[in-house]
């Protein structure tokens, strides 16, 4: 079983998609409008070579501002958590990089332009 795509409602689908490409190197993989005329976008790394249809995060367009909650995030793997950061706004820098010894990992966690939350998670 392998996750194929989270969704998360955004206000703004272009400045969204466009975090995502500068942060991770993501690209639009496809998108579609529902019949009520809801834009739906989904990004994710093309170069993923595990299956035909590539895990990705999907932004279904708002009427307005979206609330985000205390803790909900999307986590994704990076090659280097350092490097991914080195592009961002400290502003936008939560917490980390932290190395978890215990998880063989190291971690950070970021805020989205809409307030969504990512951890950004590099495998040492």
């Known amino acids: 079983m392998t996750l194929r795509h989270t969704a998360l409602r955004v206000e703004?689908?272009?400045?969204?998609?466009?975090f995502y490409e500068d942060l991770l190197g993501y690209e639009v993989?496809?998108?579609?409008?529902?019949?009520?005329g809801t834009r739906n976008v989904f990004v994710g790394d093309p170069a993923d070579e595990d299956t035909d249809d590539p895990a990705a995060i999907q932004f279904v367009e708002?009427?307005?501002?979206?609330?985000?909650?205390?803790?909900e995030h999307v986590a994704l793997t990076v090659d280097d958590v350092d490097a991914a950061l080195?592009?961002?706004d400290d502003?936008?820098?939560?917490d980390g990089p932290i190395t978890m010894e215990e998880f063989?990992?190291?971690v950070a966690f970021v805020t989205g332009p809409e307030g969504w939350?990512?951890?950004l998670v590099e495998d040492l």
């Open 91 to 94: 502003d936008r820098i939560d």
């Open 86 to 88: 080195a592009g961002l």
């Open 29 to 36: 993989l496809r998108e579609f409008e529902t019949d009520d």
């Open 104 to 106: 063989d990992s190291r």
């Open 12 to 18: 703004d689908v272009e400045t969204s998609v466009a």
């Open 62 to 71: 708002a009427d307005g501002p979206v609330e985000t909650g205390d803790f």
């Open 117 to 119: 939350g990512v951890e």
